[in-house]
Structures are given as C-alpha cells and as structure tokens.
C-alpha cells in the first residue's frame, strides 16, 4: 500500500516556474516506477514523464527541455520541476506510483498557466 500526497500547485503566469511535489508514505527505493500525469479540460489523462527506480526519467514531447523529475529519497517525495511554463500546460497534475502489481495515484493539483 502506497499514500501519495501532492503540494505545489497554483496559478502562474506563461513563462514561469512551478515545483509539484509527491510525498509517499513508504521508501521510494521501493517502487518500481514514479511518474506525473496530467490532464486538462475535456481531455484524456496524459503521461508528462516518469522515473524508474534506479534510472534516469523519460518525458513526454511537449514537455522535454522544461520539466524536470527529481526524488529526494530521504524525504520519500519526488518533484515536478515545471520550467518556461505555457497556457498549455494548464491540467490537474498527478502523481502515479506502481509497486507491482498495483498503481497508485495522487489526490491531484490544479496547475493554471495565464497568456
């Protein structure tokens, strides 16, 4: 059993920074995979790019060279840095996690990008 909790939402405006974060109740070393989705109004949940434990991250198209996955092992949490942030970008944030054979999802953060 997993419990993700996420912080770090808001309202920016396009061309700037935000950080979610993803705190788990259990070791991170433990999952097998950690990632972020997001998913905007109207449309399907996306994957934004995801960590395999012990390797590097992968992103998806849209977000490569902006948004950068990070992990803190000691504090259990892992990070969406969101950098040169665009309109498009506005979604619900979530963090997932999978500890075979189950995934695991956060409650969700708003992310609101203004023109």
């Known amino acids: 059993q997993v419990e993700l909790v996420e912080s770090g939402g808001g309202l920016v405006q396009a061309g700037g920074s935000l950080r979610l974060s993803c705190a788990a109740s259990r070791n991170i070393f433990s999952l097998n995979v950690m990632g972020w989705y997001r998913q905007a109004p109207g449309k399907q949940r996306e994957l934004v790019g995801s960590i395999t434990s012990g390797g590097s991250p992968d992103y998806a198209d849209s977000v490569k060279g902006r948004f950068t996955i990070s992990r803190d092992n000691a504090a259990n949490t892992f990070y969406l840095q969101m950098n040169s942030l665009k309109p498009e970008d506005t979604a619900v944030y979530y963090c997932?996690?999978?500890?075979?054979?189950?995934?695991?999802w956060g409650q969700g953060t708003q992310v609101t990008v203004s023109s």
């Open positions: 997932k996690a999978f500890l075979w054979p189950r995934h695991y």
